[in-house]
């Protein structure tokens, strides 16, 4: 999810960048293969080490990270309707992206209900335990709201459009509430007990995530409402993108200067690789996504390039957190480590 969302961020921007679709569209082919091949990697996880896997649910480190499969799914699954007409044709563009959108939203609903009863009956965790990390198993269905609003244009009219139209939104809020009760928790953790070791460090940047996001899908939901209600709901809705947005901008990037400090701070005292270090992408490319359509949709310069700024952090985080990845995996340190 990490890689798809820069492929996202990169065709939603309000500017254009000199090869901007060329990269978007690379992009999301890495994104596909590594989606791709990590299933298959979970698939023969889960059949030949099946006690391993269920062990991992048990872990109250490990669960919350059972949200990142069905946001990948949903991610490369709308970066397919995004750029990959243009490589494997609309018709086979909108079938993946119906599928993963289904796979995702189905796991991801799922996970948003397993994983907190998990923490509330079976993992031992405290307050001075709270990680960004929570966040990651409420998260995917607002990635869903998100995701889903491309397919509106694509349901049939009637009923069955309407049942999506609400079930996004239902899924916004969902996970909207769910996040913000967890933000509160890690913000009184922060206070009482500090930023924490070193390595969980970047886990604060997955608090932009919820924010962005659900920035993108109140404005991507608003301006496909047309679609499905007539005014004055389908306005309102229209109005409620900007209306929720702009302040939840205002937040978002008040956490991200806070998050920044904090980092800049514990590099300066060693911050080791880990693959935490991914929580500087989808997250910041949420940002991008939410910036860019709060810049299209009040036609705000400012915003735009606002966006575009956060889209350079973006590619940056994106590229660090990779060539490290690549370079641990290929001299076995993270495979050691596994």
């Given at each position: 999810?990490g890689?798809?969302i820069v492929?996202?961020?990169?065709?939603?921007?309000?500017r254009?960048?000199?090869?901007?679709?060329?990269?978007?569209?690379?992009?999301?082919l890495?994104?596909?293969t590594l989606?791709?091949?990590?299933?298959?990697?979970?698939?023969v996880h889960?059949?030949r080490y099946?006690?391993?896997?269920?062990?991992?649910?048990?872990?109250?480190?490990?669960?919350p990270?059972?949200?990142?499969?069905?946001m990948?799914?949903l991610?490369?699954?709308a970066?397919?309707?995004l750029?990959?007409?243009a490589?494997v044709g609309h018709?086979?563009?909108l079938?993946?992206?119906?599928?993963?959108?289904g796979a995702?939203?189905?796991?991801g609903?799922v996970?948003a209900?397993?994983v907190?009863?998990l923490?509330?009956?079976?993992h031992d965790?405290?307050?001075?335990?709270a990680?960004?990390?929570?966040l990651m198993?409420?998260?995917?269905?607002?990635?869903s709201?998100a995701?889903?609003?491309?397919?509106?244009a694509?349901?049939?009219?009637?009923?069955?459009?309407l049942?999506m139209?609400l079930?996004?939104?239902?899924?916004?809020g969902?996970?909207?509430i769910a996040?913000?009760v967890?933000?509160v928790l890690?913000w009184?953790r922060?206070?009482?007990h500090?930023?924490?070791?070193?390595?969980t460090?970047?886990?604060?940047?997955?608090?932009?995530?919820?924010?962005?996001?659900?920035?993108?899908?109140?404005?991507?939901?608003?301006s496909?409402a047309?679609?499905v209600l007539?005014?004055p709901?389908s306005?309102?809705?229209e109005?409620?993108?900007?209306?929720?947005g702009?302040p939840?901008?205002?937040?978002?990037?008040?956490?991200?200067?806070?998050?920044?400090?904090?980092?800049?701070k514990?590099?300066?005292?060693g911050l080791?690789f880990s693959?935490?270090?991914?929580?500087?992408?989808?997250p910041?490319g949420t940002m991008?996504?939410?910036?860019s359509?709060?810049?299209?949709?009040?036609g705000?310069?400012?915003?735009?390039?606002?966006?575009?700024t956060?889209f350079?952090?973006?590619?940056?985080?994106?590229?660090t957190?990779?060539t490290?990845?690549?370079?641990?995996t290929?001299?076995?340190q993270?495979?050691?480590?596994?």
């Open positions: 999810m890689t798809g492929a996202i961020a990169a065709s939603l921007l309000p254009q960048l000199a090869g901007q679709d060329v990269f978007a569209a690379g992009v999301w890495l994104a596909a989606l791709l091949a990590l299933l298959i990697a979970t698939a889960w059949i099946p006690q391993n896997a269920r062990h991992h649910a048990l872990n109250p480190a490990m669960a990270f059972y949200g990142a499969p069905p990948a799914m991610t490369v699954g970066g397919a309707l750029v990959g007409p490589i018709h086979a563009a079938s993946i992206d119906l599928v993963l959108w995702g939203t189905l796991t609903l996970v209900a397993v907190p009863y923490m509330f009956t079976v965790v405290h307050l001075e335990d990680l960004g990390s929570w198993p409420v998260v995917p269905p607002m990635v709201a995701t889903g609003a491309a397919l509106l694509h349901i049939p009219a009637g009923q069955a459009r049942t139209l079930g996004c939104y239902g899924m916004f969902l996970s909207l996040s913000l967890i933000i890690l009184g922060l206070i009482h500090g930023p924490g070791p070193a390595r460090v970047p886990t604060l940047w997955i608090v932009l995530g919820p924010l962005g996001q659900s920035i993108t899908a109140a404005n991507l939901l608003g496909q047309h679609l007539a005014p709901y306005s309102a809705l109005a409620f993108g900007i209306l929720y702009v939840v901008l205002g937040f978002a990037l008040l956490w991200l200067s806070i998050a920044a400090a904090v980092t800049i514990t590099i300066r005292a080791p693959l935490t270090w991914w929580s500087f992408t989808f910041v991008v996504t939410g910036t359509e709060l810049a299209i949709h009040t705000s310069i400012a915003l735009a390039w606002l966006a575009v956060l350079v952090l973006l590619a940056c985080a994106w590229g957190a990779l490290n990845t690549v370079a641990r290929v001299d076995g993270l495979l050691a480590a596994a």
